[in-house]
């Protein structure tokens, strides 16, 4: 495993890899795309690069690179997008990635993962290294709660039923997951049982998990930071109107 990062390596944390591992860290300055075409070369030499930045920057400036120089080969490449959605906060609306789903899973071989939290954030990582292709891992900036388990199961592409339910489900990735839970937690109040599933992965998606929960539910709400457009409401609407309409 290696590292490269845009400039940005200690606003997104790979400066503890950096200080770790100083020979296996590429620092290609303020140039994103020069970085993923490093990262495809890194990737083609045998080695698995993680290549980070803020998110709209590694995703929205590199959508060329991404395409032709890693997709298009099916290249070991990992993507590590920090601060992204709306919650970046003071750092502005130029930082701020509200299309990134959009654009990663139209890619071709490209993977979509969506942490809860900070356990399952450190989970896919781990697991992205050890999984083939490439691999985009949208991270967020500000704390959440912790509302996984160092116990938890966790697998690329398999869905986590946070809360059972049989009246609706709320189907939630990121920072969204914690407020679906507290969704969750209101209806019940109100005699309404609802079933929160975490999505974390938007591609491969679980298709099993969302045809049953629209089965067994009879509807389903989604959830997340990003525009509605193109997003994990898309994809899991692209299953339902295909599968269980």
Not at 48 to 69: D, H, M, N, W, Y
Not at 167 to 196: K, P, Y
Request: proline share 4%.
């Amino acid at each position: 495993v290696v590292a490269l990062s845009g400039d940005l390596e200690d606003s997104a944390r790979a400066i503890w890899f950096k200080k770790q591992y100083p020979d296996r860290f590429f620092s290609v300055g303020i140039a994103e795309q020069d970085m993923i075409g490093t990262a495809a070369g890194l990737a083609l030499a045998g080695k698995i690069p993680f290549a980070c930045s803020f998110s709209q920057f590694v995703t929205g400036k590199t959508l060329e690179q991404l395409r032709l120089a890693v997709c298009y080969q099916n290249l070991n490449v990992k993507i590590a997008g920090s601060h992204g959605g709306l919650s970046v906060g003071a750092d502005g609306a130029t930082a701020e990635s509200l299309e990134e789903f959009t654009h990663m899973r139209a890619l071709p071989n490209m993977t979509v993962i969506v942490p809860c939290d900070a356990i399952e954030a450190k989970k896919a990582t781990i697991a992205s290294a050890d999984y083939p292709g490439p691999v985009f891992l949208r991270l967020g900036r500000n704390p959440v709660p912790m509302i996984t388990k160092e116990s938890d199961p966790y697998e690329i592409g398999r869905a986590s039923v946070l809360r059972s339910g049989d009246d609706v489900t709320i189907v939630a990735c990121g920072v969204m997951v914690t407020h679906a839970l507290q969704a969750a937690e209101a209806l019940a109040r109100e005699d309404i049982h609802a079933r929160v599933i975490n999505l974390h992965t938007i591609k491969p998606i679980d298709r099993a998990a969302l045809v049953a929960a629209a089965k067994e539910t009879g509807a389903v709400v989604t959830a997340e930071e990003h525009t509605v457009i193109g997003g994990l409401g898309s994809a899991v609407g692209e299953v339902l109107v295909q599968a269980h309409p």
